[in-house]
């Protein structure tokens, strides 16, 4: 079979449906936020099993509307820890501190790349509000008790957790979705994610007051789309009911565009999910063979993973580098990225913010320095898959690695990792 030329990160998933909606949706000239956008925000919210969602013009703003809802609530106050892993995109740290909270970024699960439940717990300390996990590349954190992690005697807000589950739509615990757990969480509808609109976000809740004030933050702070707008205007008559502005609010709303796309990008998203799933099991199974020195992405027991994408990890012992075999793959056509911001603790941009680095980084550190993710996704076919295991044999051959174990693999625990100090402070 002849190998593509070029496998890349992702491929569009819309087609003729969404353009056709966009251009009628042009030529109604209702282009600003609608009833396109609400009838998404409902069908999203549905899928989720929430009652509300709350559409924004990109996952990052999502974010940052729901922390900022929180601070408006009283449910996180001005200097709050709100602890998130050092692994993770660079928009669910900043979002904290632009909420005038105080991002701790504690160390990741080395099998799965998520928050690390102990060493969250081991963050913990008086100042500590909430907690904000990531389900990072689709993977599902397996305990949807994460709000034992801050259900401390210590802590001020027991048991708030928002989860960032932007890179993880439809992926599953225990038969549910995520984004059913908790207080709030977050979506992304970027052009990259497993549907798009795209550009987009979505915040889904069960608690009216919450999304209340998402909606308020998301368009000014307005009143106009709070339930309790009308009490809330007696309050101020000498204010036109019409410009009346509740909370300090940004301007983050979607277009009609964006939820004309979604309403036909969600049906598609099952089967999306699932081509996503063959491919990644089937380079599971291809690749096996090289586990002596490749960590590979597993799904957990109880869970159903979604594979945003598919990640390498190289393990201590490899007669290779990272650099190399990343190099090996784009010189073939396959486009390569390193695991999200990497670690964020060592991003130049983290010196503008406070935070606190609690304890040391070492798994979040070895990934940043020897993970790195190729696309999984639609666009992937059959030669697409094939070409990709092709590669890897080739480049295997080329340092003499092969299933006989020729190089003794060494444990994670060999490997010395640059580190920070534990809990240390920027201010």
């Keep these: 079979m002849l190998a593509p030329s070029r496998i890349p990160l992702n491929v569009p998933t819309f087609g003729q449906e969404e353009t056709d909606e966009a251009m009628e949706?042009?030529?109604?000239?209702?282009?600003?936020m609608g009833r396109k956008v609400r009838a998404f925000e409902e069908a999203w919210a549905k899928y989720c099993g929430r009652k509300y969602g709350i559409m924004t013009n990109s996952g990052s703003s999502a974010n940052l509307v729901a922390l900022t809802a929180l601070r408006c609530l009283g449910k996180l106050q001005e200097g709050d820890e709100v602890i998130t892993p050092a692994l993770t995109w660079a928009t669910t740290v900043?979002?904290?501190?632009?909420?005038?909270?105080?991002?701790?970024?504690?160390d990741v699960d080395l099998e799965t790349y998520n928050l690390s439940l102990s060493a969250a717990t081991k963050a913990l300390t008086k100042k500590t509000g909430a907690v904000m996990p990531v389900h990072l590349l689709g993977n599902p954190i397996v305990s949807t008790d994460a709000p034992r992690i801050v259900s401390h005697r210590d802590t001020r807000s027991?048991?708030?957790?928002?989860?960032?589950?932007c890179e993880a739509h439809g992926a599953q615990v225990r038969g549910r979705n995520v984004g059913s757990f908790g207080l709030a969480a977050t979506f992304s509808f970027f052009f990259s994610h497993h549907i798009s609109t795209v550009e987009g976000g979505m915040v889904v809740t069960d608690d009216l007051e919450f999304a209340d004030t998402c909606r308020s933050l998301r368009a000014f702070g307005w009143v106009r789309d709070m339930?309790?707008?009308?009490?809330?205007?007696?309050?101020?008559?000498?204010?036109?009911?019409?410009?009346?502005?509740?909370?300090?609010?940004?301007?983050?709303r979607p277009?009609?565009?964006q939820g004309a796309f979604g309403l036909h990008q969600l049906p598609k998203l099952e089967g999306l999910i699932e081509h996503r799933r063959q491919v990644a099991f089937y380079w599971n199974s291809e690749l096996e063979t090289f586990s002596d020195y490749l960590q590979l992405p597993k799904e957990q027991p109880g869970t159903r993973h979604v594979f945003f994408a598919y990640p390498f990890l190289l393990k201590p012992g490899c007669p290779f580098t990272r650099n190399e075999f990343r190099e090996y793959l784009e010189a073939r056509g396959v486009e390569t990225r390193q695991i999200e911001a990497g670690n964020m603790a060592i991003q130049p941009a983290m010196k503008y913010i406070r935070h606190r680095i609690a304890g040391p980084l070492t798994n979040a550190q070895y990934i940043h320095d020897n993970g790195f993710f190729i696309g999984c996704h639609q666009g992937?076919?059959?030669?697409?898959?094939?070409?990709?295991?092709?590669?890897?044999?080739?480049?295997?051959?080329?340092?003499?690695?092969?299933?006989?174990?020729?190089v003794q693999a060494?444990?994670?625990?060999?490997?010395?990792?640059?580190?920070?100090?534990?809990?240390?402070h920027v201010v």
């Design 25 to 32: 949706t042009l030529r109604s000239g209702m282009v600003t």
């Design 94 to 106: 900043f979002p904290i501190a632009q909420a005038g909270c105080v991002p701790v970024l504690a």
């Design 158 to 165: 027991p048991g708030l957790v928002l989860w960032d589950c």
């Design 227 to 252: 339930s309790d707008r009308e009490a809330f205007a007696k309050q101020h008559p000498d204010i036109d009911a019409r410009f009346l502005f509740r909370y300090p609010g940004f301007n983050v």
């Design 255 to 257: 277009m009609e565009v």
């Design 380 to 406: 992937v076919g059959e030669a697409e898959r094939e070409a990709v295991v092709q590669y890897c044999r080739e480049f295997f051959e080329r340092h003499h690695v092969g299933s006989s174990r020729s």
């Design 410 to 424: 060494q444990s994670y625990s060999s490997y010395k990792v640059r580190g920070t100090p534990e809990d240390s």
